[in-house]
């Protein structure tokens, strides 16, 4: 049996295929999708090395001691 045309082959599929490669700037001019993601991304509230460090210390803590109440 062959394959429908427009559809893949047995042999390949579109799965298989790189992604192609878009451009910086759109035909458009209009920004790329990559662009507007590294905007937003750069918009966004970091969390402080102090908060993230305090988050870790606090979560560490918390698995500590669960670990010693379960092997008490």
């Known amino acids: ?5 427009g559809f ?3 042999q390949g599929s579109l799965l298989d295929d790189e992604p192609p490669e878009f451009p910086a ?3 458009t001019g209009d920004p790329s ?7 937003a991304l750069a918009s ?4 402080s090395e ?7 210390e606090r979560l560490h803590d918390e698995l500590l001691t669960e670990l010693n109440t379960e092997h008490s």
Do not use: I, K, N
């Not at 999708?33 to 905007?39: F, G, P, Q």
């Not at 102090?50 to 870790?56: G, L, N, R």
């Open 25 to 27: 700037v759109s035909p």
């Open 33 to 39: 999708v990559d662009d507007v993601l590294l905007t």
């Open 1 to 5: 049996m062959g394959s429908a045309e």
């Open 44 to 47: 966004m509230p970091e969390r």
């Open 50 to 56: 102090e908060a993230q460090h305090a988050a870790y």
């Open 8 to 10: 893949p082959s047995e």
